[in-house]
């Protein structure tokens, strides 16, 4: 026996043959026994850019810097380097004495590393490997740390990334605690891990819990065999906020992880400042590029320049040679110039690319539209991305000049870039393939080029001849993530009575459509973002504290999702270890019936253009204003009529809750593919936003 799981739900972890796991397995009372797999890690300006979209005074309602001094915050990552500025507790009060958690010792970690800031660390031992050298909190990755300063980190001076991003650091809930619970190592994240970490969570006290990891889009188990949906549906009864990542698999379709509709998962999105690197051309032509490099060359294009499908020394049509892969360039082409590269290829890396051309080329210039915008590390070397479109200006400049040169320029921070926000490639889009009928992710916030802390020895990615830096530079769904679990410990905090769901709908649909040119948020490629993207839109920092309206998803609802899902009474009893009284499955199940589920947004995967489609949803008042009329209106796309029934809902002291239908019918255009939508309920003051989308 590994582990045995006591607070949120019955099972434990065990090492088993294939014979005994199966045995167990067809034992009474038992819904599922799976192996011990593993998930990985999806991996300052920030939110100042986020008050960006606050265009009323009725939100401008601040954030303290010791906001939420009661509330704690879980990560469930890969530890936490103590050290850090970034979690000093200075001017915080003692540690609430509801806390239950501890401040476990191990490797170059002791009590006193706590405080009250950081006021729990726990680890879990590697009992299949035989090592010990992971056995402590401390952060040996590094992600850990700098997910918990983006989510909770103390204010902190003249914080930058070897002067790049220079300014003042600071978490979403700076006030918060913080209780790290250490179950990522560099191999990944055992699920048996996950398991036991959510049971201490739900018997230490922490109010939101954020994990920035997942599987794989094409790996994701069932929900009876994935720890964090199991784990974050106890955490969720118990009265626990789940925030997970959405993933880094896009920009497919139906790349989406973490879509159980308890857990609020969050896409990424660009901010306003950019880390330039410009590539610097003869005839004092400039072309704009992206990415991090401290390069020290000739700031005047001295550099021969050459496109690397000319130097194919192999006999294909150039197609390795002009991505820079490796092997395929004549070293005596590229000797000594800076080398114009193709990012079609997918079997290589960029760092692969890199060094490839390194080993004799003074630089290197990637043509690939997201390096653009989501810059890389490319340390000392000289090295950046362009768009497509300044990439085929490059060429022609290099086809139609006798001796073409360049250089590439030192990388600066440059703000208020607009348009911003925008979708990245790499952000996992929906719909989900497990769940169709449920809209993600929920929810999108800062993923791209964000600042936060970082261990202190990580000597791998310090500049040659400097010492580590205390922060760094990350992009990810993992950076975006922890945006939002400090938006919703601070909505926690100043409203304790919130359940998780109310918090939820509070966050998404108060959320913006738009960017900071006040035209929609727009994707890599320029195309407009649509509900798979970003579902409700991008996190505000202000107005979930004054929703107007809020969505309450209840646990009936989550236990009639499963069994709309396919699970029977029984097992749902087994699942949630209690119901409540009198409980049963609804007579009419199936996945369609899921679109009923009262949840912040709708979708109908199924339509029938024929009879059309009621769907019900019930809302609350949660304004203070006892006596107020919403009005709805409805952006529907041409091949849809919809119409909310009633259109006005009359709140009331004995009313706070009320409920409405929409009927969703086709109108004389045939529907194709997937229309978007939206319901927006207003009552002069506020503005409550509810996404659909209809297939």
């Not at 509330?71 to 979690?87: A, H, R």
């Not at 024929?610 to 203070?624: D, H, L, P, Q």
Request: aromatic share 8%; charged share 20%.
């Amino acid at each position: 026996l590994v582990h045995q799981y006591r607070h949120g739900f019955s099972g434990f972890a065990a090492r088993l043959s294939a014979e005994e796991a199966s045995s167990i397995a067809q034992k009474p009372g038992v819904v599922s026994v799976f192996p011990d797999f593993k998930y990985q890690l999806h991996t300052t300006r920030s939110w100042d850019f986020l008050k960006y979209e606050t265009d009323s005074e009725i939100y401008s309602n601040p954030i303290s810097d010791s906001q939420g001094s009661d509330t704690v915050i879980g990560i469930l990552d890969s530890g936490i380097w103590p050290e850090s500025p970034s979690f000093i507790d200075k001017d915080i009060g003692p540690i609430p004495s509801r806390w239950k958690g501890t401040c476990m010792e191990g490797i170059n970690f002791s009590k006193s590393n706590c405080n009250r800031k950081l006021i729990g660390a726990r680890f879990y031992k590697d009992t299949g490997s035989g090592t010990t050298k992971y056995d402590s909190p401390r952060d040996m990755v590094g992600h850990s740390t700098h997910v918990a300063s983006t989510a909770t980190g103390s204010v902190v001076e003249g914080a930058s990334y070897y002067g790049l991003a220079a300014g003042t650091a600071k978490g979403g809930s700076p006030g918060s605690r913080i209780a790290v619970y250490t179950i990522c190592y560099p191999g990944g994240c055992q699920a048996s891990r996950i398991f036991t970490a959510f049971d201490d969570v739900i018997a230490d006290g922490v109010d939101v819990l954020s994990l920035s990891l997942g599987v794989s889009s094409w790996l994701k188990p069932p929900f009876l065999s994935d720890p964090i949906a199991i784990g974050a549906f106890h955490a969720v009864k118990n009265g626990i906020i789940v925030v997970c990542t959405a993933g880094n698999s896009g920009p497919d379709t139906h790349t989406v992880v973490n879509t159980a509709p308890w857990i609020l998962t969050v896409a990424a999105t660009t901010i306003d400042r950019i880390f330039e690197s410009d590539v610097a051309l003869g005839g004092n032509k400039l072309i704009k590029g992206g990415g991090i490099n401290f390069a020290n060359i000739e700031k005047s294009p001295v550099y021969p320049l050459i496109y690397a499908q000319s130097a194919n020394k192999s006999d294909d049509n150039g197609v390795e040679a002009r991505n820079c892969n490796p092997y395929s360039m004549d070293g005596d082409m590229i000797k000594g110039k800076i080398v114009l590269c193709d990012n079609d290829d997918p079997n290589y890396s960029k760092l692969e690319k890199m060094q490839a051309v390194k080993a004799l080329g003074i630089g290197l210039v990637l043509i690939d539209d997201e390096s653009r915008i989501v810059p890389s590390n490319y340390g000392a070397y000289p090295m950046t991305a362009i768009s497509s479109k300044d990439g085929a200006e490059i060429l022609h400049y290099i086809n139609s000049t006798k001796n073409p040169v360049a250089t590439i320029l030192a990388t600066i921070s440059v703000t208020k870039q607009k348009p911003a926000p925008i979708i990245p490639n790499f952000s996992s889009r929906g719909p989900s393939t497990d769940t169709r009928n449920i809209l993600m992710p929920d929810i999108a916030a800062p993923g791209v080029a964000i600042l936060a802390a970082w261990m202190g020895n990580e000597t791998n990615r310090a500049i040659e001849g400097k010492p580590p830096s205390l922060f760094d530079v990350l992009s990810g769904t993992s950076m975006a993530c922890p945006h939002v679990s400090g938006i919703a410990a601070t909505v926690k905090s100043r409203i304790p009575t919130w359940c998780p769901s109310a918090i939820k709908s509070a966050i998404m649909t108060t959320a913006s459509q738009t960017n900071n040119l006040r035209t929609p948020i727009t994707t890599v490629s320029g195309s407009n973002a649509t509900a798979y993207d970003y579902d409700a839109g991008e996190v505000s920092t202000t107005r979930p504290f004054q929703p107007g309206l809020v969505y309450e998803t209840t646990t009936v609802d989550y236990l009639n999702f499963l069994c709309y899902y396919g699970f029977n009474k029984t097992t749902i009893k087994i699942i949630s270890k209690n119901v409540p009284d009198g409980f049963g499955c609804p007579k009419k199940t199936g996945v369609e019936s899921i679109s009923n589920i009262n949840y912040p947004s709708i979708t109908i995967s199924s339509f029938n253009e024929t009879e059309g489609r009621k769907i019900s949803r019930i809302i609350t008042n949660v304004a203070g204003d006892a006596d107020t009329v919403y009005a709805a209106s409805v952006e529907a796309p041409k091949e849809l009529k919809v119409e909310v029934i009633p259109d006005k809902l009359l709140f009331t002291k004995s009313t706070p809750k009320l409920s409405y239908q929409v009927m969703f019918t086709s109108t004389s255009i045939p529907l194709k593919g997937d229309v978007f939508g939206s319901i927006m309920w207003f009552n002069g003051k506020y503005k409550v936003r509810t996404p659909f989308v209809v297939s």
